[in-house]
């Protein structure tokens, strides 16, 4: 059983903080299919918060595949990440180390990087939706 | 009847001031609200007119589908819990329990009984010698366990140390998780409030500022940053809430259902407490009426 934390100046909200940890949770091999997620009750009573904002998020959990809910019974792992993603990692990790060499021999700091991949990401994001 | 509280033109008159004014408000059922204000701007008025502690000097109120304080039949389903958790306090904690089940008929002694096996607390000690926080969770147990459809509670965490908060906050949110409840909280600190609650009401000067659920007014409110804009030249359909410039820049909070399509304005998204202070900070400056934005989903 894996347990939540809330990271109250990420700036990301609670709901998705719980998506966040069990996606990491299920690429780090702490979860793996049949393996149960804490029940709503057992949430809420450890992180008091609003029992809807643990829902919302296994609700988008079983939504994208990756658990379902037991009626009467929980919430339970159905699905891994793919690995594939996982296998990508490596080459995209080379590809992203040879673009900040590029952006510090450019004079970008460490801020200035950090900004403009934030910026570049919700752009894409924004685009996606469009 | 899908409302817990709704009230119309809601007033309260202490002699020739009104301690709250013109409150137009409905709760539906199944929320964890929150009431949020200053000390003094009506929290408590609100919360003693829903209880029946209070009558109305203007407009009306409706709390599950009756009169406050109508009858037995309503006073059963609410629980409530006065400011700084009042408890007798000679009496032991077994004592309270006693109370509770004498004094409901619908008391379920196996929760209560269980809440206060979890929560450590001796059954022998009096209330006099429990902490401030331990003192809160018994008042919770008693206004829980007469199972109530609403619960309301007045500043529960206002005087407790931030430990016995969570403590509490986290039993709260069992109860809620547990028994679907509808709560009701007032507090004049957002942070309380944040993870706990999904609907807000923000009340400043004895009037309504804000009310709605909580996703819904962060996913309509924005700061938009950007060079110096008159506001008035601002799309219909932002509705300004707070404005600052300086000689080149302009800073302009906006209530808009719609996306904010001016390529110069930075978009930003804000945080409970932004908001909130937002709403606040208005009343504050204008010093004078200021329109109710009611944000519905």
């Given amino acids: 059983m894996i347990e939540f934390h809330l990271d109250s100046r990420s700036g990301v909200s609670p709901y998705q903080q719980i998506v966040q940890q069990v996606r990491h949770g299920l690429r780090l091999g702490l979860l793996s299919e049949g393996d149960q997620l804490p029940t709503v009750k057992d949430v809420v009573a450890q992180l008091a918060i609003n029992p809807n904002t643990v ?25 891994t990440l793919g690995d594939g993603s996982f296998a990508a990692h490596g080459p995209l990790r080379r590809d992203l180390q040879r673009w900040l060499t590029k952006a510090r021999r450019a004079g970008l700091d460490e801020e200035s990087i950090e900004a403009l991949f934030r910026e570049c990401i919700r752009t894409a994001g924004e685009e996606d939706v469009a | 009847m899908n409302d817990v509280i709704e009230a119309h033109g809601l007033g309260k008159r202490y002699g020739r001031r009104w301690a709250l004014t013109d409150c137009t408000l409905e709760i539906p059922a199944g929320r964890v609200v929150g009431l949020v204000g200053p000390n003094g701007a009506g929290k408590t008025t609100l919360l003693h007119l829903a209880v029946g502690l209070l009558r109305p000097s203007a407009g009306s109120i409706t709390v599950l589908g009756g009169r406050p304080g109508e009858g037995p ?59 401030g926080g331990q003192r809160a969770q018994l008042a919770l147990t008693l206004a829980v366990a007469k199972r109530p459809d ?49 609907f807000l009401v923000v009340l400043v000067g004895s009037r309504i ?89």
């Avoid at chain 2, 509490?168 to 028994?179: C, I, K, P, R, Y």
């Avoid at chain 2, 950007?226 to 302009?252: A, C, K, W």
């Fill in chain 1, 55 to 79: 829902l919302k998020a296994y609700k988008e959990l079983e939504h994208s595949g990756l658990v379902s809910a037991r009626p009467g019974v929980g919430t339970f792992v159905t699905n």
């Fill in chain 2, 73 to 131: 039949g309503q006073l059963r389903r609410i629980g409530f819990v006065a400011q700084d958790a009042p408890t007798y306090a000679s009496l032991s904690v077994a004592d309270h329990l006693r109370l509770g089940a004498w004094m409901n008929p619908s008391w379920d002694r196996g929760l209560a009984q269980q809440r206060i096996t979890r929560l450590g607390l001796d059954a022998k000690q009096k209330a006099g010698r429990l902490s």
């Fill in chain 2, 150 to 198: 609403l619960l309301i509670l007045d500043e529960p965490v206002a005087s407790l140390d931030p430990l016995a908060r969570r403590e509490f906050l986290q039993g709260l949110m069992e109860v809620v998780a547990d028994q679907g409840v509808s709560v009701v909280l007032s507090s004049h600190l957002v942070a309380d409030l944040e993870r706990v609650c999904d």
């Fill in chain 2, 209 to 297: 500022q804000l009310a709605g659920e909580i996703e819904t007014l962060l996913a309509t409110h924005r700061r938009l940053i950007g060079p110096r804009h008159d506001p008035d030249t601002l799309p219909s359909s932002q509705h300004v809430i707070d404005e600052r410039h300086t000689d080149r820049q302009s800073t302009i909070l906006v209530q808009t259902d719609e996306p904010v399509l001016d390529p110069s304005w930075a978009v930003e998204e804000l945080d409970l407490e932004d908001l909130v202070l937002a709403y606040m900070g208005r009343t504050a400056a204008n010093g004078s009426q200021p329109s109710i934005v009611e944000v519905r989903a």
